[in-house]
DNA sequence: CTGAAAGCGCTAACAC
DNA sequence: GTGTTAGCGCTTTCAG
């Protein structure tokens, strides 16, 4: 069996108050019985147990990620960042792929809240505040990540959507392209909305007229980006770019051009969002606008570590800027039209 | 606060024990009183803490899986299928990420162990097997994915790499190609050898002499592979095929080909291994051996707990079958040699 | 059928 | 400095 507090009290002859003192370094102990009881530990390759010093109230010094699909390099890439964070700081974390489905949401935050989580961190896409607000109005810990839920005081971390999609939009203006096409995953979602917003008023500032059929709703699947690109390049007037929502869709697009005996750039420029693996893994690499992955799962932690510490923190929305990475999938228009 | 065992027997009128009961639906309580306590904890809003009932020896209902890379989209596919299957079971699941660190695998299994997780799943990759021989020695439940330990009797879930290795290569020789590399990541790694020794294998049944001199490692990092593609690409004789050991390493070798203005499948056939969203996302889209992630997540979760509730529960081991997926990185070798 | 009570491993007053 | 003791929320005999 385990060793418990007790074996280790009574081995070194002391009471497990003692012995708990020298655990949580609290209260006055003579160096010698410490360095006993820190002896004895060993021995008895002792290891206290976190449930029962969680049910004495104490934190079980765990985190709940909730995001939408594990298997998305996106997400996973912030879940490393996270991970990484929190192990730094003793924590742990379960993650949980939600797959944007309202009802594994809810089921999941009962079973970590069941589990005793400090605290919850959501990247998790709801149009739905009302998870939000409960958690809310119980004064649990919740972290926002990538996601933004302005109307809500929650501690968000982001980059500013706004930004980059205005960042994206005037890269390719400066190419010369006026004829540009943006698909979004889900333009109910925050930050697809404000990705969007920047592509027009990059537009707007260009004196580019605003042409609603170069919007258009993918679903987060790449055929799905890849078949509603697809469309665009098989209508009679084609736009020259196409600035896609994540690198995810990106790859969908390239490939629906490349389906069609043409090229990126040469005969479509391509510019992404988020800068995962897959940017630099596709042909051509992808120019994409960079979220910081690392630094925001970094400073999520200590967001809601800080909460976890002082339920009454005052929230904090740190907004990050992104940054573009100019790399190979869009050129001038027209440029290498005949090869 | 949040609800107790004793809010919900006060308000019911009945003692602790009876709303234990009802809870895990042990004992006898007639149905009358059973409806009463039902839809006071419905009405209290009431969850039973994992924690407290943990604390008298019942499950946790949690498991920690330790890989290598979360950010690896391998290993980010298997933590999904894992975590689905988990979730489908009650069970939630703590991700370690150690970078096949051994440091990092010690900590964070004693760190999990004082969470008292109920099991736990391994898939990286050490060498060393000190730490499988504790677990096994404390009677830990402990299971395998994707990673073989065969001198020790530990549950385990993988793909015959010897026949993936054999697949690949074989199919590589029956489009007439007789100069193979092979690039692994580890070749002391179990699965890299099986891969290895299945490529000799078919090799050796073809009448190919054996190359040492084409069999090299790389780091796990993209970049590593490419260089070390770039140099067999260089060499005097360069292969006219490579058998990457995993999807990742296969991107960087494309790399290669294509920053010396090569092509694949013309210049180089390459086949890969895995079969992650890589593979259908790089261009061409790659030719690999798929190993059935989905089900592998799936049984290791139901091989771990088959041990949680039965420690002494004979070991399996299930080995699945790889899966050839042609797609277009290789061709007969010189087919288009000259474009 | 239902309840009283012991105990899981640990923390935190409070004595000594 | 160190020990006693009362919980934390729940499960589980064992009586009744």
Do not use: W
């Not at 609603?212 to 209508?235: C, H, N, W, Y």
């Not at 196409?242 to 629906?256: E, K, S």
């Amino acid at each position: 069996m385990k060793a418990t507090i007790y074996d280790v009290a009574k081995q070194a002859g002391v009471s497990i108050a003692t012995v708990s003192k020298v655990i949580n370094q609290t209260g006055r102990i003579s160096e010698e019985t410490r360095a006993k009881v820190n002896r004895i530990m060993q021995e008895l390759n002792y290891q206290p147990s976190v449930v029962a010093s969680a049910l004495t109230g104490k934190q079980t010094y765990t985190l709940g990620l909730l995001l939408p699909d594990l298997a998305n390099p996106f997400f996973a890439e912030i879940a490393r960042s996270v991970e990484d964070r929190a192990h730094e700081l003793g924590f742990s974390v379960m993650i949980c792929s939600t797959d944007n489905n309202l009802l594994r949401e809810e089921r999941n935050i009962s079973l970590l809240k069941q589990k005793s989580v400090d605290g919850i961190i959501i990247a998790t896409g709801v149009r739905n505040d009302t998870i939000l607000k409960d958690l809310k109005k119980q004064n649990f810990p919740v972290a926002l990540i990538a996601r933004d839920m302005p109307s809500l005081a929650i501690d968000t971390v982001l980059v500013d959507d706004f930004i980059g999609g205005h960042m994206a939009a005037s890269h390719l203006i400066e190419q010369g392209h006026r004829q540009i096409a943006v698909i979004a995953e889900d333009t109910l979602v925050m930050s697809s909305k404000e990705r969007i917003r920047g592509y027009r008023f990059a537009l707007e500032e260009a004196g580019i007229a605003y042409n609603p059929e170069l919007v258009r709703i993918s679903d987060f699947k790449v055929t799905d980006a890849k078949q509603v690109a697809g469309e665009m390049l098989d209508s009679p007037e084609p736009p020259t770019a196409i600035f896609a929502c994540n690198d995810l869709l990106a790859t969908g697009v390239i490939q629906a051009v490349r389906e069609r005996g043409l090229s990126v750039p040469g005969d479509l420029s391509v510019v992404g969002f988020d800068n995962t693996l897959l940017a630099t893994i596709i042909d051509p690499p992808l120019t994409t606008v960079a979220q910081p992955i690392q630094e925001m799962g970094q400073r999520v932690v200590d967001l809601i570590i800080r909460i976890i510490n002082d339920k009454n923190s005052t929230k904090q929305r740190v907004v990050m800027l992104p940054e573009l990475v100019i790399r190979s999938s869009v050129s001038r228009p027209g440029e290498y039209r005949n090869k």
